[in-house]
Nanobody, 126 residues
Framework: QVQLVESGGGLVQAGGSLRLSCAAS????????MGWFRQVPGKEREFVAV????????YCADSLKDRFTISRDNAENTVYLQMNSLNPDDTAVYYC???????????????????WGPGTQVTVSS
């Protein structure tokens, strides 16, 4: 089992930045990939970014890669999402996810993940 807890969400003005953290505990040595998704009410969960825990390679959604960056701290079993130049369209609940299985489509789909955090709210005011 892997437990995930997100933090760092909150209210920020448009143009501002936030850094989300996701602390993993439990059988973290089994992690294959960790990802970030976001969701607004009434919409499907949207892929944001993924990090291959074994190689360190990263991939961010094309529409976000100029503003968002995923990174990790191996020693702390923590993955981060740095979000810059935020705008109201970025308002959502942001979820951290982990999988111990090899990803099928690069970790870009929610069904590829076994474990999820409770989410953290990010609200961007105009």
């Amino acid at each position: 089992q892997v437990q995930l807890v997100e933090s760092g969400g909150g209210l920020v003005q448009a143009g501002g930045s936030l850094r989300l953290s996701c602390a993993a505990s439990g059988r973290t040595f089994s992690n294959y990939a960790m990802g970030w998704f976001r969701q607004v009410p009434g919409k499907e969960r949207e892929f944001v970014a993924v990090l291959n825990w074994r190689t360190g390679s990263t991939y961010c959604a094309d529409s976000l890669k100029d503003r968002f960056t995923i990174s990790r701290d191996n020693a702390e079993n923590t993955v981060y999402l740095q979000m810059n130049s935020l705008n109201p369209d970025d308002t959502a609940v942001y979820y951290c996810a982990a999988t111990t299985r090899r990803t099928v489509v690069g970790g870009r789909q929610p069904w590829e993940y076994d474990y999820w955090g409770p989410g953290t709210q990010v609200t961007v005011s105009s």
